[in-house]
């Protein structure tokens, strides 16, 4: 039988001590220490470490192909960023912000896969009292979902008889025994999830574990957590606000791109496909600074507005502050206005907003954030069904960007009037001549020309 023994390891340098340290004796670094579990299999005679067996290697040709069987969550928002569904035996976590909806989403998840299968809700976190008033309230109701209350994960295994999805509330509130640390610590988080992997891949056990997130906003934990998972989610939105964002950040079976809106309402959160009313404003176009661009995001492709505000500064150094965009683009890209184009940006401050809380990463904003800064700048604003989209070099020039056909398709599904385009895609662009106006742009000096009046 194997023996148990624990160690702590330095997260910086690696050194390992019998017993906590405050600091490492090797590195000198503070509160690196964690207690990590040390199996040591040994043979009775010689007392080295037993050979390990493993399969035999084979070529990539004899590998057969197998499909992934994906079941339907009941939520098309979650289904379309997992990548068409749920992947049997995959391990999904799920962070975010303290009473974002995290519990109730999942748990609306797992009511319904209850319908056709067997779902344990492990809640360490509430009692099976409270779980039952959060059903009650959302209307859900199951036989085949089972609640138990329980923080200690060693005995998990043996209430999965018959078990196809298991919700964990929360990773950081469960422990094993095979550590002595308190359950939330590095050890613990890692050590459990390595035991929940284990059994999801064992036994085909689908698992959605809750994980805290700290204040910067990052998951709770080691990075080892993210490492195990098979799809890592984050879940956005205001505590005020109705809306919320599900980001996947890592996905082994679909795109890492994905983003699904929600609206947390009375009877709990649904999904939301029409973005028109959350991405973009009533008011656009009657005031100068914002400007709409079509953003792939995934397989879809959404009009987001973005609004500037551009304010002569009462500091000494000028103040950026984007929020949903790089800050280095940002700045980036006020320098390439204030060399290529003529602007003097040098003394205000810049304000700039993605709406509706998504963040843009892809090149493809640059034109529609220098199209907005112009619009604040000259104080004029621009069409409300025009939309801009391009990636900006440092030399002023549009270049080409991907997608770009399915970006104008999106806005003649929206009643757009007219789209500014780089110039090097317009060879994708004739089938689209008839439907909506179409102007290239080969540098940012063009986009000026072509929307404002200097």
Not at 31 to 36: F, P
Request: hydrophobic letters at 40%; a neutral charge; proline letters at 3%.
């Amino acid at each position: 039988m194997a023996k148990t023994n624990t160690v702590f390891v330095c997260a910086e340098c690696g050194a390992t001590s019998p017993r906590w340290l405050g600091k490492c004796p090797s590195c000198g670094k503070f509160n690196t220490m964690a207690e990590e579990v040390v199996n040591t299999k040994q043979t009775p005679t010689t007392g080295n470490f037993g050979a390990l067996k493993t399969n035999k290697a084979k070529p990539l040709s004899e590998i057969a192909y197998e499909k992934i069987n994906r079941t339907p969550s009941g939520i098309s928002e979650f289904d379309n960023v997992l990548g068409g569904g749920i992947v049997n035996g995959s391990l999904v976590l799920l962070g975010g912000d303290p009473g974002i909806g995290k519990s109730t989403l999942l748990t609306q998840i797992a009511a319904h896969l209850s319908k056709k299968h067997k779902v344990l809700y492990f809640s360490a976190e509430e009692s099976c009292y409270q779980v039952k008033m959060r059903t009650e309230r959302l209307g859900l109701y199951s036989d085949n979902l089972l609640i138990i209350n329980e923080t200690c994960i060693d005995g998990l295994e043996s209430c999965l008889e018959g078990v196809e999805f298991c919700v964990i509330d929360s990773i950081q509130a469960v422990y094993t025994d095979d550590l002595t640390s308190s359950a939330g610590s590095v050890g613990q988080v890692r050590e459990c999830a390595s035991k929940l992997m284990r059994i999801a891949k064992s036994r085909g056990v689908t698992f959605f574990i809750i994980g805290h997130v700290t204040k910067e906003g990052a998951l709770a934990g080691p990075k080892v957590l993210e490492h195990i998972m098979d799809t890592v989610l984050y879940f956005e939105g205001e505590n005020q606000e109705n809306f919320r964002i599900l980001r996947a950040v890592k996905n082994r079976f679909g795109n890492v791109a994905e983003v699904g809106v929600f609206e947390m309402t009375g009877e709990g959160i649904i999904a939301v496909t029409d973005y028109s009313g959350i991405f973009l404003s009533e008011s656009r176009g009657d005031e100068a600074g914002s400007v709409v661009t079509p953003a792939q995001t995934g397989n879809r492709c959404m009009n987001v507005e973005i609004q500037t505000l551009v304010s002569k500064t009462s500091f000494g150094l000028p103040r950026r502050m984007p929020l949903g965009l790089d800050y280095n683009k940002l700045v980036l890209l006020i320098a390439v206005l204030e060399k290529r184009c003529g602007l003097n940006l040098g003394s205000s401050d810049v304000y700039i907003n993605a709406m509706g809380g998504i963040k843009l990463g892809e090149p493809s904003t640059d034109l529609a954030v220098c199209a907005a800064l112009c619009s604040a700048y000259y104080g004029q604003p621009i069409d409300k069904y025009t939309a801009v989209f391009g990636e900006v070099g440092l030399t002023g020039e549009v270049r080409v960007v991907s997608y770009a056909e399915k970006r104008v398709a999106e806005c003649v599904k929206m009643g757009f009037k007219r789209v500014l385009v780089p110039a090097k895609n317009m060879k994708s662009m004739t089938k689209y001549m008839d439907k909506i106006s179409i102007v290239p742009i080969l540098y940012v000096n063009t986009m000026i020309k072509s929307l404002f009046k200097n």
